[in-house]
């Protein structure tokens, strides 16, 4: 089962088209396997994009170098799992 | 038995489908269960009808979670399915419309990828079927209708997760439903339902330009999210998918907008801000109930203005 430990879920509200475009060219570097959950299309949207615990460091360092303002929206994608499937199997349980 | 079923939590497929058959003996009078089809893994595609008799009455079409990580549709799904049944006979509004028209809904739209989201990764989006050449499967479901097909906004990259297929309506899935929709021939309605983003959109995604109907859809739309929003505040933005999200081809309501049906929208359902996809099991209920009202309208509108 594909882990999701360290991953982060990174928001960005976005201000300009000049940080739209920076974020465009993010979305297309196939390398960092980068998910976007809402991608960049409008300084209107927020950006969520999941980043691999592998490529962190590296995502954060070009967003801070292009002075694009971003929150992580979920710390640690697997223990979000985690506690989604204990409620699973403790509803399953319950059930039975 | 339906009623120690819990609605609030999430549900692997065997159990939404043992679900299923417990639901439609229980609604015999009212609800049917259709086999529509083979997923691209040999699993079946349920769809349920509830009908009060006629055959190929007006009807509304609305499948929900063809995005299988997008896990509160399909919980959404099973919570509206029961709602209808439940308040036919006792919701006069509801007990009108099912007395004249069909409602024809497809749960889990993507059951191939929903187990994967089970077993193997939370996180799958796509169909299953093998890309020759690649390691990496599936498709984009909702980059595969024909309409636009392959055009600005889908990717011609397997390993895309927008990537559109290898021609318009190659997903077994995708075939199904257009198979059943084209028989049928007499639907006038189309919602599809993902999560999250919050959004109520009509077409088109593969052009920007505005669908013929666009002002009718965007005051049904605007209406309809107003009512949504009554319950808990929750807000909807609402456009064409073109202007509120962005271009792009292949997608299901531009599909059924082209072949006739007018009354096609998309929903994104609610996000708490926090969670994305991961919505927490507590937020089914609160989902389900608020869309309910939008959906009802919709419904509502759509028995009041034949065409």
Known sequence: ?96 | STRSFNFGAYHRLETIYSWMDTFVAQHSNLVTKLDIGRSYENRPMYVLKFSTGGTKRPAIWIDLGIHSREWVSQATGVWTANKIATDYGTDASLTSLLNTMDIYMLIVANPDGYVVTHTNNRMWRKTRSKNSGYACLGVDPNRNWNAGFGGPGASSYPCSESYHGPSAHSEIEVKNMVNLIQSHGNFKSFISVHSYSQLLMYPYGYTCRGAPHQAELDSVAKAAVQKLSSLYGTSYKVGSICNIIYQASGGSIDWSYDAGIKYSFAFELRDTGRYGFILPADQIIPTASETWLALKHIMEYVRDHPY
Request: glycine share 2%; no cysteine; aromatic share 6%.
């Open chain 1, 1 to 96: 089962e594909k882990s999701f430990t360290g991953d982060q879920v990174v928001r960005v509200d976005v201000q300009s088209e000049e940080q739209l475009k920076l974020l465009q060219v993010l979305e297309s570097e196939e390398k960092w396997n980068l998910d976007f959950w809402l991608h960049p299309v409008s300084t209107e949207l927020p950006v969520d994009v999941l980043v691999p615990h592998t490529h962190l460091a590296a995502v954060k360092e070009y967003l801070q170098a292009h002075n694009i303002p971003f929150t992580v929206m979920i710390d640690n994608l697997q223990e979000l799992l985690d506690q989604e499937k204990a409620e699973m199997k403790e509803n399953h349980l319950r059930e039975h």
